[in-house]
T-cell receptor, first 110, second 109 residues
């Protein structure tokens, strides 16, 4: 069966520091992968999606970037975090229109 | 207008009661519909898909009204463990998932 791993679960980072969140999927090949952000009391905002290695689409302009160095690995990065980057970040993969999420990373930028 | 809209709630409901909430969508070409459940500080998890003919899974019933462009979720005999945020999701013709902001449900003893 397919599983998705995302880490770390929580992260506190100072403003201006770099960020790297990693997500890996097991049990499937060539998955569609997504990074979402969920601000408190708000819906899921799609940040990036990828249909294959090296293929990244960005949904909103922002301080973040994504990379897909391997088929089942998706990385969310920032060179310099802003306070507004705080939020709950979720990695997901999809099949048949359904989305399956990692446990999420709660990022607090201080 | 948001593509997918939900009443944020919270809906405060006594245990054992029946509760229903709707989700409206703006794109008439939307193809698939889902309800997800999200517990506090956790990731969303699929609750059920919504089929054109309506579908039921135990105490949960989901329905789709294409003419009025909304989907609904009905929970019967509510349990304390049903307390969560329920997210409506719509898949559009580009295979993108559009998420509602969620409806918070609190079941009280």
């Amino acid at each position: 069966s397919q599983t998705i791993h995302q880490w770390p679960a929580t992260l506190v980072q100072p403003v201006g520091s770099p960020l790297s969140l990693e997500c890996t999927v097991e049990g499937t090949s060539n998955p569609n992968l997504y990074w979402y952000r969920q601000a408190a009391g708000r819906g899921l905002q799609l940040l990036f999606y990828s249909v294959g290695i090296g293929q990244i689409s960005s949904e909103v302009p922002q301080n973040l970037s994504a990379s897909r160095p391997q088929d089942r690995q998706f990385i969310l990065s920032s060179k310099k975090l802003l306070l507004s980057d705080s939020g709950f970040y979720l990695c997901a993969w999809s099949e048949m229109g359904l989305a399956f999420f990692g446990q999420g990373t709660r990022l607090t930028v201080v | 207008r948001k593509e997918v809209e939900q009443d944020p709630g919270p809906f405060n409901v006594p245990e054992g009661a029946t509760v229903a909430f709707n989700c409206t969508y703006s794109n008439s070409a939307s193809q698939s519909f889902f309800w997800y459940r999200q517990d506090c500080r956790k990731e969303p998890k699929l609750l059920m898909s919504v089929y054109s003919s309506g579908n039921e899974d135990g105490r949960f019933t989901a329905q789709l009204n294409r003419a009025s462009q909304y989907i609904s979720l009905l929970i019967r005999d509510s349990k304390l463990s049903d307390s969560a945020t329920y997210l409506c999701v719509v898949r559009n013709s580009n295979y993108q998932l559009i998420w509602g902001a969620g409806t918070k449900l609190i079941i009280k003893p």
